[in-house]
Nanobody, 121 residues
Framework: QVQLVESGGGLVQPGGSLRLSCAASGIIFSIYDMGWYRQAPGKPREVVAEITSGRSTKYTDSVKGRFTISRDNAKMTVDLQMNSLKFEDTAVYYC???????????????WGQGTQVTVSS
């Protein structure tokens, strides 16, 4: 059974930092592409950052230079270090796992339950 468990969310003031962590189980973690998504109230879910099995990273423009995604294959965790947080970063943050594609089969996605990040003064 695949499980993705997020932790590290909370309330922080603008300009502050938080570190989110996602612990995975039930998957061959090292071959999965991992990512963090977020969903603010009334808005669609959007990708924040992704890290491939080969450790290539990609960020949405609004977080470049402020957020850093990293992974530890031995611990089966993926972290998101968030610095210089802004009001608009407030959202529920979700961990995402995607296995290598298989020809002829639909793509598979696994999601965590989400962790709330609130940036407020």
């Amino acid at each position: 059974q695949v499980q993705l468990v997020e932790s590290g969310g909370g309330l922080v003031q603008p300009g502050g930092s938080l570190r989110l962590s996602c612990a995975a189980s039930g998957i061959i973690f090292s071959i999965y592409d991992m990512g963090w998504y977020r969903q603010a109230p009334g808005k669609p879910r959007e990708v924040v950052a992704e890290i491939t099995s080969g450790r290539s990273t990609k960020y949405t423009d609004s977080v470049k230079g402020r957020f850093t995604i990293s992974r530890d294959n031995a611990k089966m965790t993926v972290d998101l270090q968030m610095n210089s947080l802004k009001f608009e970063d407030t959202a529920v943050y979700y961990c995402h796992a995607r296995p290598p594609p298989v020809v002829g089969q639909p793509p598979i996605s696994y999601w965590g339950q989400g962790t709330q990040v609130t940036v407020s003064s």
